[in-house]
């Protein structure tokens, strides 16, 4: 999945193109502190955890590392349910 990074957060596809189309694009510098720069591909990259949108809350699908599916499997533990759970869990193929 394509994502853009702006302002310490990743947003999918369609929010960052639209704070992209909010900004103009006279307003890109070339620093994601100041205009979304992407599209990055596979959700971001490789992380810790799984990564969302932080404008619609997408799951971005991205790669995990050994401690993001440690962070998954401790997630599962505390007995908590959510659909986001379970996404993460189809997506990573893991046991629920």
């Known amino acids: 999945m394509k994502v853009y990074i702006y302002n310490a957060d990743i947003y999918c596809e369609k929010c960052g193109r639209e704070i992209r189309g909010a900004l103009g694009q006279s307003c ?7 205009y979304p720069q992407g599209p990055y591909y596979d959700g971001g990259g ?9 404008g619609c809350g ?7 590392t050994e401690e993001g599916y440690d962070y ?17 869990l189809e997506f990573y193929e893991l046991e629920g």
């Not at 997408?58 to 995990?64: H, I, Q, R, V």
């Not at 998954?72 to 993460?88: A, F, K």
Request: hydrophobic share 25%; glycine share 10%; aromatic share 4%.
């Open 72 to 88: 998954v499997r401790e997630v599962l533990q505390t007995g908590l349910s959510s659909t986001r759970l379970d996404e993460w």
């Open 28 to 34: 890109d510098t070339g620093d994601s502190g100041d």
């Open 58 to 64: 997408l799951f971005l699908e991205n790669p995990l």
């Open 46 to 54: 490789e992380s810790d955890c799984p990564q969302n949108c932080g």
